[in-house]
């Protein structure tokens, strides 16, 4: 489909919801949407029989620094056409609406980034983390984490063989 | 009728497709020879633990300190940093003092033989990495100070 | 008032149970041999990876991309440098095209070995398992001709490929490929895809409709087996993937209804031969000389951008998603892979199945552990 | 009424009676030295059979098996056998210590009971009983309370499954295993083994599996169900080692594992030897097996054993070939295909007997 076609429907169809626009390298769209109206967006783009975006192919969250993203990667078979849908989230307070009604197969998708970046979903109905242990300290991928020196009371560094020395102060050979 | 039929096709289907296989597990266990490589000590006739790995294996590393101009540059693409390598200026020019490879933690990636400009470093056929204690993997490369090679035009190393 | 009352059993299956493909546990419910609800348990072999990238230069996590799926790792590394390659502008060479189709190709075929293989194996057949793994011997000898390695073959460098053809390596590819298609597809057919016993324990298990299929985000073998015909390689074709002719086998139902266990079955089997038929395209397309690899800038660093690129693994779509601020490491890199969302499903197909019927779910749907955690 | 133990009853009175040796003594001894040799051959067998299995499924699939211990790995088995025994006996902590204790013996006196009535040629049979198949099918069910022991006993629920699973299969399997033999009971008249061979001749066709068409499929059956009854692929539903991890037996370690594998392996052989004994004429060369010559009785022998090792062949091969079924499919299987047709079988041949005056194909009711 022509991109700039796509580009008026998008425009006409998500009305306010769209933040801005832009092509990406690989003749994607990158669709910023606000945060207050994804879930409408997101049933548009699903449902909408002119776009029909109805796989969800991959979702990420990302650590900008000072501000913290969600990332959808959506495909409309019918169109043969990518988008990816961004979020933009306040840092200190990462929330965001689960698009888990809009489709199913998001749920670990949301379990893993709220393991890893502590993005809230609301509305998920089963947010635990879904790849560490339930009990791990904080969110690895953000930008600010400190790998923790003990887990449950248990080192977690790893004696390093190239920087071990012996009595004398000599390295090991 | 037809669930009649359907009883008998059953069990006719269940019997061909039985002996069918039963044929060719018979075909194995009677002609088709073992392919099993006897390692380590019935490799086949006069064969060596080098001859069961390719050419391009990628098994230790080696490095050919005449040829080393101390570049680092394989120790900085090494994705997990089990290269170390120190170089020195002494009287007569930089010195390789230290070029050391903990091949208990290299993944054999080959990214350091390929960045290497002078071909210094190379991969040998040798995978047997059991010994007592892991410190013995790690393996230094240079046991007397040494003066780094010139590169060459032709990329290679060369004693200076 | 009954004396005896009957309640549901709590039966935990794994992390190292022999039909759950790694390292992976499953919590069952179980009432008796019935299954009311399996609930997959992962995270035992999260090495993170995303946190690891962002750490190393670009070239210097390509190895990594190895243990994302250990068992296709070929199509990992090509993933990646399709991503940073779009994402850089980088151009591939006309031969590095070539060998990289063919040696994707080989880790196709060498993967679903694997994957159907396993499949028999839990199921009981430990012959076919080790037949179809004397077959993948072939492939790693191939693979360590080629590149030096047997399992992590880290073969793909950004903008081409590490090595060139080695002697020999022609012939012996193309005996292999002939070998495949005309004698082991065939004698392993008679020997066990068209066994009563098996199509009994495959047909009408575990059916996944096209909409199921779509809605849980499946790719690769497992949608395909539901009916759906979408290929990558076809669909989005991505390198040079749009010069070859092959089908996309896609699940008609042979024994049962189409998105059973035995179509995704009977899927990876027909992918074996569109496989070989691609080898062997690519064998004859093959330019004699030529660049195998682009030069890159030297410290390389990439645009800032973003982007998001996938390619068809043979555990279903293997999307990376970059995110570059013009550095010489990745931002933030997430790899998206088949085997994830194939997992989502169980806990949908697992209600009321039996236990050895989940046994076959999992091992149709061709899951290994490590990419579910990366 | 006569056999081995008879025999050397005689013999031992004969030359200690004269000593003034007690008689009880003596009958004990008879009874219990046939015992015991019977027990080592079983053992023996079993064992042989583990290394048939292991370098028969390893030329199956291109590998080389067993290699390093002796002769082309031929002491593997007593290898392992010392291995096993060496080992560390672990018993769960939550486990019913006492069952956990007793199943494996159970499981093996069970196995090894049943081998004492059959008639290995000539005069080498404990005990010619004149129920010897009633006995063999009520002491294999035996069975069933050893696994249904070992599996509740284990306090692990992938045991208890395969306890459950096994009694279900046993029970279901015995069944058809019955109906099969009573066929050939019809024939003969007796249940008596030793009666049952004697009643066969050397040929094949003077075999039961020849006697009429309906006949070899009773054979069929009765292979196929003696699969199921002794756990082997297809049915090896109780062990199951990529579902059930290893069913009843994965609590058991050192010896009482080894209790458990040896009963699996003796089975195999005590079922294809009451196979040879039933429909392949046992050890019969057209000669009378008492009154014969020692030489004749280890010709008896032989014959034999070259019956029931093909046979244990067979059950190996077919294991290295097929899937295994379902646990729902084996029962319809079983209920749905071989009880109807063994029932057929049985009354057809009874049929056949009324119209042909008891005479088969080739075989000839004797006069009486």
Known sequence: MDPEKLITILTSRLGIAVQSMDAMKNDDLMIVVDKKHLITAAGTLKNDPALGFSTLMNHLGVDYGDSMAVIYNLYSPALKQKVTVKVYLDRDNPEVPSLERAFRGIDWFERETYDLFGIRFIGHGNLKRLLLPEDWDGHPLRKDYVYPALYNGIETARIDMMNETDEAGEPHV | MNAVAAYFKNIKDAVSTTLTGMRITLRYWVREPAITVEYPDRLGKGKTKDDIVADRFRGFLKLDSLKCIGCMQCMRICPINCIRINVEKGPVGRMLTLFDINQAKCMYCGLCVEECPSQALTFTKRFEGACFDVRELRIAHILAPTPVAKLRRDGKGESS | ?374 | MYSAANKLYEILNQHLGAYGVPETVITIAAYVVPCVLVLGLISTIAGMLTYAERKISADIQNRVGPNRVGPFGLLQFPVDGVKLLFKEDIIPDAADKKLFKLAPYLVFTATVLASLVIPFGGSFIVADLNIGLIFIIVVSSLLVVGFLMSGWASNNKWALLGGIRSAAQIISYEIPTALTLLTVVLITGTFSLQEIVKAQGPYPWQWFVFYNPFMMVAFIIFFISSLAEMNRTPFDFPEAESELVSGYNVEYSGMRFALFFAAEFSNIFITASLATAVFLGGGNIGMDPYSSGLGFQLLMVAVFFAKAIPLCFVTIWVRWTLPRLRIDQMMSMCWKYFIPISFVCLVLTAAWMLAFDGNGIFWRMPKT
């Open chain 3, 1 to 374: 008032m009954s004396k005896y009352s009957s309640q549901e059993m709590v039966l935990n299956m794994g992390p190292h149970h022999p039909s759950t493909h790694g390292v992976l546990r499953f919590i069952l419910q179980t009432d008796g041999e019935m299954m009311v609800k399996a609930v997959p348990d992962v995270g035992f072999l999260h090495r993170g990876i995303e946190k690891i990238a962002e750490k190393l230069p670009w070239q210097g996590f390509m190895p990594y991309t190895d243990r994302v799926d250990y068992v296709a790792s070929v199509n990992c590394n090509l993933g990646y440098a399709v991503a940073v390659e779009k994402l850089a502008d980088i151009a591939v060479p006309e031969k590095a095209e070539y060998l990289r189709v063919i040696a994707a190709e080989l880790s196709r075929i060498g993967s679903h070995f694997i994957g159907f293989g396993a499949l028999l194996l839990d199921l009981g057949a430990v012959t076919p398992f080790v037949h179809a793994l004397r077959e993948r011997e072939t492939f790693n000898d191939l693979m360590e001709m080629l590149c030096g390695a047997r399992l992590t073959h880290n073969y793909v460098r950004i903008g081409g490929v590490s090595q060139d053809l080695p002697q020999g390596f022609k012939t012996k590819c193309r005996n292999f490929v002939d070998h495949l298609e005309h004698e082991f597809i065939d004698e392993f057919n008679d020997l066990i895809s068209y066994n009563t016993i098996l199509i009994n324990r495959l047909a009408n298990v575990g059916v996944i409709t096209a909409e199921e299929a779509n809605e849980y985000t499946l790719t690769g073998p497992n949608l395909r087996g539901s009916g759906v015909k979408f290929d990558l390689r076809k669909d989005e074709p991505y390198g040079i993937y749009d010069r070859f002719d092959f089908d996309v086998p896609v699940g008609t139902g042979k024994y049962g209804v189409p998105g059973d266990c035995y179509d995704r079955y009977w899927i990876r089997i027909e992918e074996v031969v569109q496989s070989c038929r691609i080898i062997r395209q690519a064998l004859y397309g093959l330019p004699g000389s030529g660049e195998i690899r682009t030069r890159l800038a030297k410290p390389f660093t990439v645009p800032a951008g973003e982007i998001y690129v996938r390619t068809e693994s043979p555990r279903g779509e293997l999307g990376y998603y970059l995110i570059s601020d013009g550095g010489k490491n990745p931002f933030r890199l997430k790899i998206r892979t088949g085997s994830f969302s194939s997992m989502t499903i169980i806990e949908h197909l697992s209600q009321g199945v039996m236990v050895a019927d989940l046994v076959a779910i999992i091992g149709s749907l061709d899951v290994v552990a490590p990419e579910i955690d990366r």
